[in-house]
């Protein structure tokens, strides 16, 4: 990738987060309910006041939503309250929870790319045996099963029936195998597709016959020659695959009880915690730009005859 391209994109990612702030801040408008209607009893007139003052809720939506908001109290001063957890400010949420769910998904991640390319590979190579049945079942239940479904039957069977794993919770190595194999199943069922065909297309090119003609061995022939290709791409579906697996993690964390950004999202939804809503919303945005500009730059890397940023990119 080019300088300039790469200016360009870096310059598109607070055009891109801008729209996705105003977007939530619009349905957030278009939702019906007070935020400080979600106990169990309606607050009194005096102390809704005062929480309405404290949040903003008396100012303009302009300067509340674009302004008291997402710069001066959450950016400048990052002192921006929860509705809900009013002893924590959303920096402070953030900061706890944003490496678990970090790890948690690079963990799904990582096994959907190893797992899913391995599978791919094998199953090209073993073509229409039990092998290549096994892995297009595999990818079949992978796509077909939401993941928390595929969490469900994780955790009825490996903690209630095997009891093998803890049932949820976080800070033991044997607490992320879990949510992390429900998160990695459905982008595995991808990738485990494009990488078999993929390589089938790849095994047919000229150039992997005549390697194969002049007796290159089987395993370098595989990765050495018909592989790199063929994983070009897995490698352009890595965005969607990280946009699956942190999107994903919000129902797996609420099931598996990790504390995540996934559980809070649910929790400020639940409660209308509006702040807490923007705040997650905005942060989900930014690592999923991030991630697809570098899934952009490491494309160029792998293939230097692809310019990324020209001919429609």
């Known amino acids: 990738m080019s300088g300039a391209a ?3 994109r870096l310059l598109q990612v607070p055009v891109v987060l801008l729209f996705i702030y105003v977007t939530t801040v619009l349905l957030l408008m278009a939702t019906p309910g007070n935020p400080f209607e979600a106990g169990e009893r309606p607050l009194p007139p005096e102390v809704l006041a005062a ?6 809720y008396d100012q303009p939506a302009l300067e509340r939503y674009f302004w008291t908001w997402p710069i001066e109290r959450l950016l400048i001063r990052r002192d921006l309250r929860s509705h809900w957890y009013e002893d ?4 402070e949420i953030l900061a706890v929870s944003l490496p678990v769910s970090l790890q948690l998904g690079l ?3 990582c096994i959907a790319v190893l797992g899913g390319t391995t599978l791919g590979v094998v199953a090209a190579a073993r073509r229409d045996r039990a092998v290549d049945y096994l892995a297009n079942l595999v990818a079949l239940l992978g796509i077909s099963l939401p993941s928390f479904v595929v969490g469900l039957v994780l955790l009825i069977t490996g903690c209630l029936w095997l009891r093998a794993v803890p049932v949820g919770g976080w800070g033991r190595v044997n607490q992320i195998w879990l949510p992390g194999l429900s998160l990695a199943l459905g982008p595995l069922a991808y990738i485990t597709r494009l990488t078999r065909s993929a390589m089938l297309e790849v095994l047919a090119e000229p150039y992997v016959q005549a390697a194969r003609a002049k007796g290159v061995g089987r395993r370098r022939l595989l990765f050495g020659h018909a592989f790199p290709n063929a994983f070009l791409p897995v490698l352009s579906y890595l965005g969607p695959a990280a946009a699956s697996v942190l999107l994903g993690s919000f129902v797996v964390e609420k099931v ?3 504390p995540g950004v996934g559980t809070h999202v649910v929790e400020s939804v639940r409660n209308r915690d509006q702040t807490l809503i923007l705040a997650t919303v905005l942060t989900y945005g930014a690592l999923l730009t991030l991630f697809q500009l570098v899934v952009d730059l490491l494309y160029a890397l792998v293939d230097p005859r692809i310019q990324v940023g020209r001919a429609g990119r």
């Open 256 to 258: 598996f009880a990790v």
């Open 6 to 8: 790469l200016l360009r």
């Open 51 to 56: 929480k309405r003052h404290q949040f903003n």
């Open 88 to 91: 924590r400010t959303v920096t």
């Open 107 to 109: 963990f799904a991640l």
